[in-house]
Structure formats: C-alpha cells, structure tokens
C-alpha cells in the first residue's frame, strides 16, 4: 500500500466516524430530546477527536527517530489519561446524560468496523 493510499483511507475512516456520530447524535436528538442529543454529539466528538489524536502521535511514533520517540510515547499516555479524566468530569458534572454519550461515544468503534467491512467488500468487488 503506498502512503498516498493509506492516507486516503485514514481521512475516509475519520469522515466515516464523523458522518456516523451525525447520524447518530441527529437519531437520538429525535428520539430522546436536545439534552440527550447533545449528549450524544459530546460523545461522538470526543471519540473522534481520541482518534484523531492518536493516530497522528502513532504516525508520529512509527515515522519518528529512537530518539523522538520516546517522548511521543510519553504524550501518548498523556493524552489517553486527558480523555479519561475528561470523560469522569462530564458525567460526575451531569454535563452529559450517560446512555447518549456511551452511544456517542460508540460511533468510534461501530464506525471503524463497518468502514473496515465497507472497504474490504470494495476491494473484493474491484477484484473481479
């Protein structure tokens, strides 16, 4: 796979993820109110922009030299306690209503394997 390649594939997986957690906060503003939806969206954000962040410090950690290495690894563990102790602070806060932003939150995950499914069923169909 050329570089060219995989960089369009990771900008359509962050489009994917970010048109899913639309959808998804959009259903459940219908469903459940502004407050539920709004929670759902804050879910769907903070997946996205985990996501985001870390696959530019993995790029970064796998493109780097030994020696810018390790403090990328460092800002890797930074970042992933950041978005805990985000998560802690909007729902002790009450900032966020806790089943729409676990389903916003989910976007990340469903969206990565539907477009991972998505994908592979396009090159299997661009093969034949």
């Known amino acids: 796979m050329n570089p060219l390649h995989s ?29 539920a939806g709004l929670s759902a969206a804050a879910g769907a954000a903070l997946a996205l922009a ?13 493109t780097g030299d030994m020696h810018r290495k390790l403090p ?9 306690g950041a978005v805990m102790g985000l998560v802690f602070l909007v ?3 009450g900032w966020v209503t806790l089943i729409p932003f676990t389903i916003g939150l989910s976007t990340l995950s469903v969206g990565l394997i539907a477009n991972s499914l998505l ?3 396009e090159d299997r169909q661009s093969e034949y």
């Open 7 to 35: 960089k369009s594939v990771a900008t359509r997986m962050v489009m994917f993820v970010a048109g899913l957690g639309l959808v998804t906060s959009l259903a459940v503003f219908v469903a459940g109110g502004s407050h």
């Open 50 to 62: 985990n996501f985001v962040l870390l696959r530019t410090i993995v790029q970064k950690i796998v």
């Open 72 to 80: 990328v690894i460092g800002l890797l563990f930074l970042k992933m």
């Open 91 to 93: 729902i002790i806060r």
């Open 119 to 121: 994908t592979q069923r």
